[in-house]
T-cell receptor
Framework: GQNIDQPTEMTATEGAIVQINCTYQTSGFNGLFWYQQHAGEAPTFLSYNVLDGLEEKGRFSSFLSRSKGYSYLLLKELQMKDSASYLCAVREWSDYKLSFGAGTTVTVRA | SQTIHQWPATLVQPVGSPLSLECTVEGTSNPNLYWYRQAAGRGLQLLFYSVGIGQISSEVPQNLSASRPQDRQFILSSKKLLLSDSGFYLC??????????????FGSGTRLTVV
């Protein structure tokens, strides 16, 4: 089974940087994912880490440490449209199931 | 390219009524298919997943069931809805192997309100 923890809410100013942490415990780790979900919409894929280190994709970066069971999503140059819920998800070897954390609601203020 | 269709977008059903939500995927074959539910302000809970026609795995015991009558069709059903079945239901697909896209692709979701 999975135990995935992330903060409930974060607030930041437009143009700033925000880091969303995620810790997990799993018996069969096979990748960590970050999704963005705007209110009332389906989640959309942001990033994927399976090896330790940093993956950068434009304004978004994701980091993974498998030994520590830890990941973070870094959002730079925040824009108002980045206000959303960010979901951390861990994939198991078994049938590639994804288990999700409860999500972190990020509010970007002008 | 692959697309996933889910319908209806919204649904209001009385307690005790039946339910049928449908999801279809185009542009791929033998996908892994998943049904998730998201209660208001909560995370995504995996309900069912399928790795092939007629193969259904249930994650959470409840009054819901799932079927996969065709390779790219996944159906979520209930004979009698409960108030606690209200939520945002999401279908997702993934390539059956460890190939890109590595993550799930979600349908647009069905918002179900049981009254």
């Amino acid at each position: 089974g999975q135990n995935i923890d992330q903060p409930t809410e974060m607030t930041a100013t437009e143009g700033a940087i925000v880091q969303i942490n995620c810790t997990y415990q799993t018996s069969g780790f096979n990748g960590l994912f970050w999704y963005q979900q705007h209110a009332g919409e389906a989640p959309t894929f942001l990033s994927y880490n399976v090896l330790d280190g940093l993956e950068e994709k434009g304004r978004f970066s994701s980091f993974l440490s498998r030994s520590k069971g830890y990941s973070y999503l870094l959002l730079k140059e925040l824009q108002m449209k980045d206000s959303a819920s960010y979901l951390c998800a861990v994939r198991e070897w078994s049938d590639y199931k994804l288990s999700f954390g409860a999500g972190t609601t990020v509010t970007v203020r002008a | 390219s692959q697309t996933i269709h889910q319908w209806p977008a919204t649904l209001v059903q009385p307690v005790g009524s039946p339910l049928s939500l449908e999801c279809t995927v185009e542009g791929t074959s033998n996908p892994n298919l998943y049904w998730y539910r998201q209660a208001a302000g909560r995370g995504l809970q995996l309900l069912f997943y399928s790795v092939g026609i007629g193969q259904i795995s249930s994650e959470v015991p409840q009054n819901l069931s799932a079927s996969r009558p065709q390779d790219r069709q996944f159906i979520l059903s209930s004979k009698k809805l409960l108030l606690s079945d209200s939520g945002f239901y999401l279908c997702a697909w993934k390539d059956s192997g460890d190939r890109e896209p590595y993550g799930y692709t979600f349908g647009s979701g069905t918002r179900l309100t049981v009254v």
